[in-house]
């Protein structure tokens, strides 16, 4: 029997996935532990094996594509199953599977609807694409209703893009004939809004025929070219709104256009619209040249203006990136951060890491020394290796602390378990060990979940001081700036010394000043000394 595989967790903070790469297709035979696809999660591309076996029968998600957690992934069953009560969620199989079309040879298909052609006075209304940067749109309102008289002009409803809500007009006369998204759900750009047609029209029909031609007449939006020069074009759209202006004259433009002239401070009532009906589009703008000022008696010399072409690129977030924002907002907005400063000296620890790393296979950075001395600090003030709950507050007896490390798409936090136990050399070993694997993306879920304390280093970069923003759900996070050569005080002589800033950042909820500036100078001298912390 067949059996549905969806989007699988496959890190705390997943919230979907993005199909980097299929190992297998269709068609191909799959035994249980045979890699199925490579997966994007928020935090590393990682391998998905198969717990089934069987013939994959449906690929829901391409090469990619994202899709949340539980989305349907794939299909396996036995070969030639039907499956179409699968994919369309059906309680029995449909007379026609979808899957069937590379199955069964051309000559075979029997199926009507199939190659139903749209009939004459029929439209489908996509989606339509409202704003430059528009994806998806939410129907906001709808102001007609199924069974509803539509005449070409007439208000079908009210939708809302990434940027505002605007009204889209029917380019059909008709009868409303069915509505594909409902008030308040949101669908991608050239998703089925609606169809408009003759009373008594078989819908079910046109929802499930595949055209053999391309439709006769197409609403602008729905386009990302004109077909002639004077046609409607994909910035022309439907929701067009008038600009009033302080004469009360009304000018048509399209949101695309009202946003380039108000950047560009092109007065609207100067342009030609060549738009349906004179409305002003993009290419109206862009092509705009302002008639020349007239000279004035008190005009003495000209002023030379710099002239340069406007540019920019965006670039779709990936998970990483997405999750990233999510989890630093939800933190920054929600604990309430304080942050305490201190310097310092680090000519023991420069000393003391020439000695051990002079030692057979042995290499110890500055930073594995700090992390070693907050796992020693955390030990002796728990209430920083805490964790707020809401009604009470969660004592580690625990210490982990997490190592963070940049890498292409953004930053992750792999997981020292049990710091405290382990040896100045351990800790460097594993910190490399999980760096490497963090830039090459193959940190596990457990490598990354479960820290008590964050240290975030920036040194290596010169950076001398910075502020981190806490790790929920610890309750502080180090950040470490560069060791600086200058001129220091010492036995009341100014020499040259070495010093380094640390800034802690703590959850006010749980760590209160004084505790953490306790912590502060515990760490202080674990470092300073960094022969207490090898007994």
């Not at 969620?89 to 609807?113: F, I």
Request: hydrophobic share 40%.
């Amino acid at each position: 029997m067949a059996e549905i595989i969806n989007m699988p967790r496959l890190s705390d903070t997943m919230e979907e996935g993005t199909v980097a790469k299929w190992l297998k297709q269709v068609g191909d035979k799959v035994e249980e532990g045979d890699i199925l696809a490579e997966i994007e999660t928020d935090k590393a591309t990682m391998e998905f094996e198969s717990f089934q076996e069987g013939t994959l029968l449906h690929i829901g998600i391409q090469e990619g594509d994202g899709a949340p957690v539980d989305t349907l992934l794939a299909i396996i069953g036995e070969e030639g199953e039907d499956i179409s009560a699968l994919i369309n969620g059906a309680s029995a199989p449909a007379e026609t599977p979808e899957v069937a079309e590379e199955e069964t040879p051309a000559e075979e298909t029997t199926s009507s609807e199939a190659t139903t052609e749209i009939p004459e006075g029929v439209e489908v209304v996509k989606m339509p694409r409202l704003s430059d940067t528009m994806e998806e749109g939410t129907v906001a309102t709808w102001l007609k209703k199924v069974g509803d008289k539509v005449e070409e002009g007439d208000i079908l409803a009210e939708i809302e893009t990434d940027k505002a809500t605007m009204e889209f007009e029917s380019f059909y006369s008709g009868t409303l004939l069915y509505v594909g998204i409902q008030e308040g759900e949101s669908s991608p750009v050239d998703a089925v809004l609606a169809v408009i047609g003759p009373d008594g029209t078989d819908v079910d029909a046109i929802l499930n025929s595949k055209p053999a031609s391309a439709p006769k007449k197409e609403a602008p939006a729905k386009t990302d070219a004109p077909s002639a020069p004077a046609k409607k074009e994909a910035e022309t759209v439907a929701a067009t709104a008038p600009v009033n202006t302080n004469d009360g004259q009304r000018v048509f433009a399209s949101p695309l256009a009202k946003k380039i002239a108000s950047e560009k401070g092109v007065n609207l009532t100067q342009v030609k619209g060549t738009g349906d009906n004179g409305r002003i589009v993009k290419k109206d703008v862009e092509n705009f040249v302002p008639a020349p000022a007239t000279p004035t008696a008190s005009a003495s010399a000209s002023v030379a203006v710099p002239v340069g072409q406007e540019g920019f690129e965006e670039v779709k977030n990936n998970q990483m990136r997405k999750v990233i924002a999510k989890r630093l907002g939800e933190s920054k907005f929600t604990a309430p951060h304080y942050y305490l400063n201190i310097e310092v000296d680090m000519d023991n620890a420069k000393a003391s890491r020439v000695q051990i790393n002079s030692l057979p296979d042995t290499k110890v950075s500055f930073n594995d020394m700090v992390v070693k001395a907050c796992a020693m600090a955390l030990i002796k003030h728990p209430q920083i290796n805490t964790s707020w709950k809401g009604d009470t507050t969660m004592f580690n007896k625990h210490v982990h602390v997490g190592v963070a490390v940049a890498v292409e798409d953004g930053l992750v936090v792999p997981v020292l378990k049990f710091t405290d136990q382990m040896a100045l050399s351990q800790i460097g070993g594993s910190v490399r060990e999980l760096a490497g694997k963090a830039r090459n993306k193959k940190l596990t879920p457990a490598e990354m979940e479960g820290s008590t304390f964050t240290v975030s280093n920036l040194g290596m970069f010169g950076i001398e001081s910075f502020t981190s923003i806490i790790n929920q759900p610890n309750s502080a996070i180090l950040s470490v700036g560069a060791i600086i050569e200058k001129p220091v005080v010492k036995d009341g002589q100014i020499v040259v010394g070495n010093t380094m800033k640390l800034t802690l950042a703590c959850d006010h909820r749980t760590v209160d000043g004084a505790t953490a500036a306790q912590f502060l100078q515990t760490l202080k001298a674990f470092i300073e000394n960094p022969v207490t912390m090898l007994a």
